[in-house]
C-alpha cells in the first residue's frame, strides 16, 4: 500500500519534456528568453577581446566596476551622429536601417547593429569609431566587430555581405574594409576564443601594446602582471 502511495507521488517529467519542435514555437514567441545551451557572445565583445582579452575577464568574469572613458560618452551619443551621417548619403535608391537587434543561435552571436544599408544588390553595416584609424596590416578590433555584424546581417536576411564600413569621426573619413571568407572564419574562431575564456575563468595574458592601457576602463583593476 505505501509503496502504492509513493508511485502516485512520483512526478512523471516526461510530460514537461519538449521536443525540438515546441522549444522552437517558444523561441519564436519568446524572444527575450535564452532557452539555447551555448552562450551568446555579442559583437562588442568581439572587438573588445580583439583589443585586449582582459577586458572581457574583468566585465563578464569579475564583474568589475568599469570606469566612465571618453570613448564609452562617445558611444552614447554616436547614434545621432551616425543617422545625420546616413541622412546626407547621395546614392540613388537604398533601404536604411537603424538599430537592429540580430541574433544567431548556430554561433551563439548577438549584436545590436547601428545601422545597415540596402541597395538592392548589396548590404553593407556602418559603425562610428572616435579613436585613430588603425594602420594596416595589423589585426583591427573595429573590422572584426563589423564583420561579426555582417555574419549576423547573412544569416538572418540570407545574402553576401562583401564589406563592411567604418566612419572614425576624430578624422571625418570613412573606410570601406573588403571582407572575405578568412576574415569571417577569423571572427568565428574569436567568438570561440572567448567562449572558452568564460568557460574556464582563467585571466588571460594582457596586451602586448601598453598604448592601449591608457584610456582602458578597466585600468584600476589591471596590474599587467
Not at 112 to 137: Q, R, T
Not at 194 to 219: F, H, Q, V, Y
Request: charged fraction near 30%; aromatic fraction near 12%.
Amino acid at each position: 500500500m505505501e509503496n502504492k502511495v509513493q508511485k502516485e507521488n512520483i512526478i512523471d517529467l516526461k510530460q514537461f519534456r519538449l521536443n525540438k519542435h515546441q522549444l522552437n514555437e517558444i523561441r519564436k514567441n519568446n524572444p527575450w528568453i535564452n532557452l539555447y545551451d551555448r552562450p551568446f557572445i555579442g559583437t562588442e565583445e568581439v572587438r573588445q577581446f580583439s583589443y585586449c582579452k582582459r577586458i572581457i575577464f574583468f566585465r563578464y568574469i569579475l564583474h568589475s566596476p568599469m570606469k566612465q572613458t571618453y570613448k564609452m560618452e562617445f558611444g552614447a551619443k554616436k547614434h545621432e551622429k551616425l543617422q545625420k551621417m546616413a541622412n546626407k548619403s547621395k546614392d540613388g535608391y537604398a533601404q536604411k536601417y537603424y538599430n537592429v537587434y540580430l541574433t544567431d543561435s548556430e554561433l551563439g552571436l548577438v549584436g545590436l547593429i547601428d545601422y545597415f544599408e540596402f541597395d538592392g544588390k548589396e548590404a553593407y553595416p556602418v559603425e562610428i569609431k572616435s579613436g585613430n584609424i588603425p594602420p594596416e596590416g595589423i589585426d583591427n578590433p573595429h573590422k572584426y566587430q563589423v564583420t561579426a555584424q555582417a555574419i549576423l546581417i547573412e544569416k538572418n536576411f540570407d545574402f553576401l555581405v562583401k564589406k563592411v564600413r567604418v566612419y572614425y569621426s576624430k578624422h571625418g573619413k570613412v573606410v570601406d574594409y573588403l571582407i572575405g571568407i578568412e576574415d569571417k572564419l577569423k571572427v568565428m574562431n574569436i567568438i570561440e576564443q572567448i567562449k572558452k575564456l568564460l568557460a574556464s575563468e582563467k585571466m588571460p595574458n594582457p596586451t602586448r601594446d601598453k598604448g592601449k592601457c591608457i584610456d582602458c576602463e578597466c585600468r584600476n583593476y589591471c596590474l599587467r602582471g
